[in-house]
């Protein structure tokens, strides 16, 4: 195992990791369960950034393949889910005089 720093992998672990944590802060808030899926998907593209900078992807290439797999497919159905949910009307407030 060998530390390589690399900013880009670095930077994406860093953007992966504050989507995550307002995925679950979302969540927390009551804005449903797809800010939290997506934080996991993100979550999960992190850690195979965290592998990259911490010199195991060849180690763990396949498992980090399929773990890449599944979040792209949990993006997918999140934008599948979005797509297809009609959205509900807002209330309309009177016209103020």
Wanted: hydrophobic residues 55%; glycine residues 8%; charged residues 15%.
């Amino acid at each position: 195992m060998s530390l390589t720093f690399d900013l880009s992998f670095a930077v994406n672990l860093l953007l992966c990791v504050l989507i995550l944590i307002l995925g679950i802060r979302a969540f927390k808030l009551g804005k449903g369960k797809m800010p939290l899926l997506l934080g996991i998907a993100f979550g999960l593209f992190g850690l195979s950034h965290l592998a990259n900078l911490l010199g195991l992807h060849d180690s763990l290439s396949k498992v980090l393949l399929i773990m890449r797999i599944f979040a792209y497919l949990l993006v997918v159905y999140i934008q599948y889910q979005i797509a297809t949910t009609p959205q509900k009307k807002q209330e309309e407030k009177p016209a103020e005089n």
